[in-house]
């Protein structure tokens, strides 16, 4: 009889935790949902969020890149299993717009880019403050960059594995 309830009182210990984890697991994967949510929202509305030493400084809007004067340039796109091609992108130099926002980046500077699928790459300072290389890009060979790559891509005219290349860029974060 004492055998049968400890056996009892044990499951139930048992399904008690296993509801806890059940419940702490779906409020993960559901905050999870909302962060990739909003993430989705801000490329949406042509938006690019802006950390500055971890505190949110205004976002650059589709607007502020309409008001910058947007050159055309040459860069060789390195695709997964394709041969290398040379594009024409329309854009500006990526420090062309931190500098419109007002965004200051210290020489001894880290600049993350960070990109809706997590992608995230790093810059020194040194390497953002080159208008020879790195450039936030909105149109390809004439059209506005796809779903794949846009709205916005940074390119790195430097890299010739466009490994540091990022699509769909949604985050600068300077620290
Ligand atoms: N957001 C995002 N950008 C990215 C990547 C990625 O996985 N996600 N891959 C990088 C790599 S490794 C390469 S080679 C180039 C080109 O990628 P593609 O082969 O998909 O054109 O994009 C770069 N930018
Ligand atoms: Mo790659």
């Not at 802006?50 to 309409?66: H, R, V």
């Not at 992108?89 to 210290?106: P, R, Y």
């Not at 993350?112 to 290389?133: P, Q």
């Not at 960059?145 to 985050?171: I, T």
């Amino acid at each position: 009889m004492k055998n049968l309830k400890q056996k009892i009182s044990s499951n139930f210990i048992i399904i008690v935790i296993l509801a806890v984890l059940a419940v702490f697991a779906s409020t993960m994967a559901l905050l999870n949902l909302q962060h990739a949510e909003n993430k989705l929202k801000q490329t949406s509305h042509k938006e690019i969020l802006i950390s500055l030493n971890n505190q949110a400084a205004a976002p650059i809007t589709w607007e502020d890149l309409c008001s910058i004067e947007a050159d055309e340039f040459l860069a060789v796109q390195k695709s997964n299993g394709k041969p290398p091609v040379e594009r024409t992108f329309k854009g500006t130099a990526l420090i062309n717009v931190l500098d419109l926002k007002g965004v200051s980046i210290n020489d001894s500077a880290q600049v993350a880019l960070s990109s809706i699928d997590g992608y995230t790459v790093t810059f020194s300072a040194d390497e953002v403050k080159d208008k020879h290389n790195i450039w936030l890009a909105w149109e390809m060979d004439g059209s506005a960059l796809d779903e794949n790559s846009g709205p916005y891509m940074v390119v790195v005219r430097k890299d010739p594995f466009s490994q540091r290349w990022a699509k769909q860029l949604c985050e600068i974060i300077v620290k």
